[in-house]
């Protein structure tokens, strides 16, 4: 499985983006997660589905403004960020994992994309 993440940019506080995680091979059957890292910081964990999408997870600090999303038959994984923040500043990437199972551990995951940058301005 190759993913690419795209969707970031520049927008100003309370603002929204929607960043895209396209996925080329089988796809379906692997939960997904989307993580990020800001300058001088260790990678953190944003949000996970499940395969099915049926299941979510979400990191305390984005909980209520970020949405996370998939449409398997377009292989794609998608996360809504609304009202954002100066904090939310960072460099975003989606990963994937062979299992249902959803994790908000970086090291269960296998396949990992690029990367997008988001930069919130205050």
């Known amino acids: 499985v190759q993913l690419q993440a795209s969707g970031g940019g520049l927008v100003e506080a309370g603002g929204s983006l929607r960043l895209s995680c396209a996925a080329s091979g089988t796809f379906s059957s692997h939960s997904t997660g989307w993580f990020r890292q800001a300058p001088g910081k260790d990678r953190e964990f944003v949000a996970a589905i499940s395969w099915s999408g049926a299941g979510t997870y979400y990191a305390d600090p984005v909980k209520g403004r970020f949405t996370i999303s998939r449409d398997n038959a377009k292989n794609t994984v998608r996360l809504q960020m609304n009202s954002l923040k100066p904090e939310d500043t960072a460099v975003y990437y989606c990963?994937?994992?062979?299992?249902?199972?959803?994790?908000?551990?970086?090291?269960?995951?296998?396949?990992w994309g690029q990367g997008t940058l988001v930069t919130v301005s205050s």
């Open positions: 990963a994937a994992r062979d299992t249902i199972v959803i994790s908000r551990r970086g090291g269960d995951y296998v396949y």
